[in-house]
């Protein structure tokens, strides 16, 4: 008994949580290429003067890995040797691009993102006792058992690359003593000089740890942004659901009743427009993460059934996992979005409306006609032509599969 009263006492005593601890996960990844998606409050004219600098270090250096990436494979396709490796790094080329995409426009976006987090900060309820309708904490920690898991994975894929041929160094050569070790870079490119001697070879597998390391952060920093806002969003639909079904017409005046309806439809149109900058800021990044998923699985696949070594399949498998968790998280959230946006208007229907004035129950049946279009992270007239896109995506995806395999066969 005395321990209830003391989870309770903690419960009460609980810290109101504030609108950044759905946006930290975002933000670290982005300071860690020194970048800033949106303007923050506080924030010295030093620091952003500092990060501005570290970020042009870090897309210059993104930038030139992928150059000498995209040199190799285009000598050996013209070659005609090396085949395997070219197709690998068509791969990491594919993840690059991606990555380099998402950083560009969320860069460019930064004033409309500013603005919509200026508005989830004015409609983030400040105390306990307006978080608690909202299950906050519930939203919250569900979002973090999300994120941590994305980034842990890609975190994994991304230094199992980086750090393979420094642990192989280590283990069979310098420690076991039963290999020769030759010098390797992570991922293949091709420079105007020997790479592999002197401090040279040092410097370059730094570089290309670093590229490695940017280009994921820009990726898992535009992902983890959307999903929090989209996060924000469901809480916010749940809560003015819940709202609307607790409200009964008919026991105060009708000018209470319709009052009560306009503060509902201001809220739910906030909501909607909120919605739409959130499509307009995300929905290059979302169309890159299935045109890149389409071809890396191509690419993946290939070299899963050619065989190889069994390491060499543990990374592969790695990759093509990460390249389905990131679409099974991005429509994850896309489904909650349309899911909890639709239920306003099964909550408009369903609570006691039978008494209302008649203004009242005609003025409903707008709303309901409005939340029959629900929000979703797309344009919603472009969800067919987006479906035959990416079919024929996938379609070109599996006839670039083939011929890879043909080439290589012949």
Known sequence: M?????????????EPIPLESFLKYANVFY??????????????????????????????????????????????????????????????????????????????????????VREMEKLHPQTNDQQKPYDMAVHLGVYKRYSIFYFGMHLMLIWTYNLYWAVYYLVCDFW?????????????????????????????????NFAGQACLSGQLAADMLMCALVTLLVMHFTRLAGHIESHVAGLTTPQRDLKFLQLVVAYHQRLLLLCQDINGIFGVSLLCNFVSSSFIICFVGFQMTIGGKIDNLVMLVLFLFCAMVQVFMITTYAQRLLDASEHIGQA???????????????????????????????????????????????????????????????
């Open 348 to 410: 408009v229907y369903n609570h006691d409306w039978f008494h209302g004035d008649l203004r009242y129950r005609k003025m409903l049946i707008l709303i309901i006609k409005r939340a029959q279009q629900p929000s979703v992270t797309g344009h919603r007239s472009d969800i067919n032509s987006m479906s035959f896109v990416l079919l024929q995506l996938l379609q070109l995806s599996y006839k670039f599969f083939a011929l890879l395999r043909t080439m290589y066969v012949k």
């Open 176 to 208: 076991l003593g039963i290999r020769q070790f030759q010098r390797m870079l992570p991922y293949y490119c091709w420079v105007p000089w020997d790479w592999s001697t002197g401090s040279s070879y040092y410097i370059m597998y730094v570089s290309q």
């Open 2 to 14: 005395a321990a209830v009263k003391k989870a309770q006492a903690s419960k009460e005593n609980q």
């Open 31 to 116: 300071l860690s290429i020194g970048m800033l998606a949106y303007d923050h409050k506080g924030s010295g004219k030093r620091k952003e003067l500092l990060l501005h600098w570290i970020f042009i270090a870090q897309m210059i250096n993104l930038n030139a890995v992928l150059l000498t990436e995209l040199i190799y494979v285009f000598l050996a396709i013209s070659r005609g040797s090396n085949f395997l490796e070219a197709t690998m790094n068509l791969s990491f080329i594919g993840f690059v691009v991606v990555g380099d995409l998402k950083i560009w426009h969320i860069w460019r976006q930064r004033t409309q993102l500013t603005h919509v």
